[in-house]
């Protein structure tokens, strides 16, 4: 049986962000590269992180914070090429959370992350 999905779908990792994590083609919508993101960022697969960023805005290296845990995923808003979420984590300094609309740009049938921004 394999373990629940660090999205907070509720799904197994190999049913939900299991499949982007191994195929970028995989994700279908915003949303799902999104989540996918996200289990990157629990997962410490920066290499997914960096593969989904869109070329106009990645940087040339990432490097995840091997203290920072990421906990929780609430999806609150979704649409046609924009994802507002609430990420939350653990890190060093007690518990936090990340609120972010992300934008995406779908280029030759793949989705990517073009930026996000914290909304007012």
């Known amino acids: ?20 994590l191994a195929d ?3 994700a279908a919508t915003p949303e799902q590269l999104m989540r996918s993101r996200f289990s990157a960022f629990a997962l ?3 290499a997914h992180l960096l593969r989904t960023w869109h070329a106009s805005t990645r940087p040339a290296t990432l490097t995840l914070d091997d203290a920072v845990r990421w906990t929780r995923l609430d999806v609150e ?3 046609t090429a924009l994802v507002e979420f609430t990420a939350f984590y653990r890190g060093p300094g007690g518990p936090g959370k990340q609120h972010e609309v ?10 990517f992350y073009l930026d996000g921004v914290s909304p007012l």
């Open 1 to 20: 049986m394999s373990s629940r999905c660090p999205c907070t779908s509720g799904l197994p990792l190999d049913a939900c962000c299991g499949r982007v």
């Open 77 to 79: 808003r979704t649409d």
């Open 102 to 111: 992300s934008r995406f740009v779908r280029e030759a049938d793949l989705w």
């Open 44 to 46: 410490g697969d920066a």
């Open 24 to 26: 970028h083609a995989a």
